[in-house]
């Protein structure tokens, strides 16, 4: 297959935009991404939501946004992996790409949340609805469950589950497009209202209307338009059991592992030689879970990692979440796929401002649904 | 709620049957039409035993709007001793004194209610031994 680069970014403020529409949300982002790409035209269009339907009401979202956009009759696509669908839908946008079908995709993502549905029984959809949501679980109460035979088989503590919250904190505090972009202490998150023990509020990504867009290209194209771009020089996904029981272990996430595997093979790279990664990091158990599982540390190890420091973005080791993660940046379902490709895009090229990782040259951005039967990576070079 | 969802033949729900392969003797709970191990299709249908233990378990204390009545409430994973695992509610129990790797058994109750004058649903629950 031949050489895909993204082009151009662009993506909404994170937070409650009670003036917004879905449509005004993803149409904004895929404007600015359009402007910054330089492209006058699209080939086509795929976006990432996880429930626009439970959400908003509203399904067809290929269509309808490729009408407001004043697109049709480009083709449009809605991709759904649950909270994996920005990664998915970034994904179809690559493989088009690379496959010659297409010169230049849009791969957006949006979701509307703040609208008035029961957003605990949205989210609890991308679980198995017979055999887990039926018993009242809950998606905190299964990350919970993945926490405490965490804690419980490694030695996993709660000071360490705080650390990811207020490093991701810090990050976002540098990120004009947060919703939550304060600093935070490990007192505040400790005594923040229980949710699902042992994960309490600060612990989880919150509530989240957002739309980003980037545009996806052939090396062709980039040339021509002498623009700055970055390369993907990997796409994988993985799939595992829906349920969290079903699986041999709670305290490895299998899609990821196998996601990984595929992506470093195809990149032809170590843990090592990456700069930095966007992580999944919906509550902080899972950031930590998954810096396991992407090889940067030992199991059972991942906490003791993130309370030392060792994946600040000074830290030299494996800057992760350097936009402020889903936890301080906001976690609109359908978007933080997109949101994820957006950070690397502008750290590898320079312009990530007061949370710049100095020299990034290899990044990685992994994002997953449910409670990781799906994980989607990607990894990017600048040359 | 769709009551055709929650009131039809469940007997998983209601009888804890699960598939047993035929081939390599995994055991699919709920049942499955494909086995996950060596994909064969040949299951017979068993009857789960009703005891097991904790793996792992959180207490639920904010809930989907269905279940906020109900917090703070209990659910675990428990592995039956056939060693299929379930996610299920533990019931009738000081929730602040839970422990991974308590014994449980697997009891019939009612899971959740559609508001006032809806329809009651059943299921399992856990509660310990
Ligand atoms: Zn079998």
């Given at each position: 297959m031949r050489d895909v680069v993204v082009i151009g970014a662009g993506m909404t403020k994170f937070g409650e935009l009670w003036d917004k529409s879905i449509k005004d949300i993803f149409v904004e982002a895929s404007l600015k991404a359009i402007k910054d790409s330089g492209v006058d035209h699209i080939d086509s269009i795929y976006v990432g939501a996880m429930s626009s339907g439970l959400f908003v009401g509203q399904e067809h979202l290929g269509a309808i946004l490729a009408d407001y956009l004043g697109m049709n009759p480009v083709p449009a696509t809605r991709v759904e992996s649950a909270c994996a669908s920005g990664g998915a839908a970034f994904r179809q946008a690559y493989l088009e790409v690379a496959s010659g079908a297409s010169e230049i995709v849009l791969a957006g993502g949006v979701e509307k949340m703040n609208d008035g549905a029961d957003v605990t029984e949205v989210l609890a959809t991308a679980a198995d609805q017979e055999y887990e949501v039926y018993q009242g679980i809950t998606f905190p109460g299964l990350y919970a469950m993945i926490a405490k035979a965490h804690m419980h088989q490694y030695g996993t503590t709660r000071e360490q589950l705080a650390a990811v919250a207020v490093k991701n904190h810090r990050n976002g505090s540098k990120n004009k497009n947060a919703q939550f972009g304060f600093e935070v202490t490990p007192e505040q998150v400790m005594k923040s209202t229980m949710v699902s023990d042992p994960l309490r509020l600060l612990d989880c990504s919150p509530v989240t209307d957002g739309g980003a867009a980037v545009i996806v290209a052939s090396m062709d194209v980039a040339k021509k338009l002498n623009k700055n771009f970055v390369r993907v020089i990997a796409s994988a996904q993985a799939s595992d059991t829906i349920?969290?029981?079903?699986?041999?272990?709670?305290?490895?996430l299998n899609s990821v592992v196998k996601a990984a595997e595929k992506a470093y093979r195809m990149a032809g790279i170590k843990p090592t030689d990456l700069n930095l990664c966007e992580v999944h990091d919906c509550f902080t158990i899972a950031e930590i879970v998954v810096s396991e599982d992407l090889g940067f540390f030992e199991k059972g190890k991942g906490g003791e990692a993130v309370l030392n420091g060792l994946t600040s973005i000074e830290s030299g080791k494996i800057p992760i979440n350097t936009s402020g993660g889903l936890k301080s940046k906001g976690h609109p379902v359908g978007a933080t796929g997109i949101a994820q490709i957006i950070e690397l895009f502008e750290q590898l090229n320079g312009k990530a401002g007061g949370r710049q990782v100095k020299n990034a040259r290899i990044g990685m951005a992994q994002n997953m649904g449910g409670s990781g039967a799906s994980s989607v990576i990607h990894i990017l070079e600048v040359k | 709620m769709i009551t055709a969802r929650y009131h039809r033949e469940i007997p998983q729900r209601y009888r804890l049957e699960a598939g047993k392969c035929k081939k390599c003797g995994f055991i699919a709970f709920p049942h499955r039409l494909v086995c996950p191990k060596c994909k064969s299709q040949d299951f017979e249908t068993i009857r789960l035993s009703d005891e097991g233990k904790i793996l792992t378990f959180t207490i639920v204390r904010v809930a989907s709007d269905k279940f906020s009545k109900q917090t703070p409430f209990a659910v675990g994973i428990v592995e039956l001793k056939e060693g299929v695992k379930l996610t299920t509610q533990i019931a009738d129990v000081d929730v602040d004194k839970l422990e991974i790797g308590q014994k449980v058994k697997i009891v019939f109750r009612k899971i959740q209610e559609d508001g006032k004058a809806g329809i009651l649903c059943y299921g399992y629950k856990a509660v310990l031994i």
């Open positions: 349920a969290l029981h079903s699986r041999e272990s709670f305290t490895t | -």
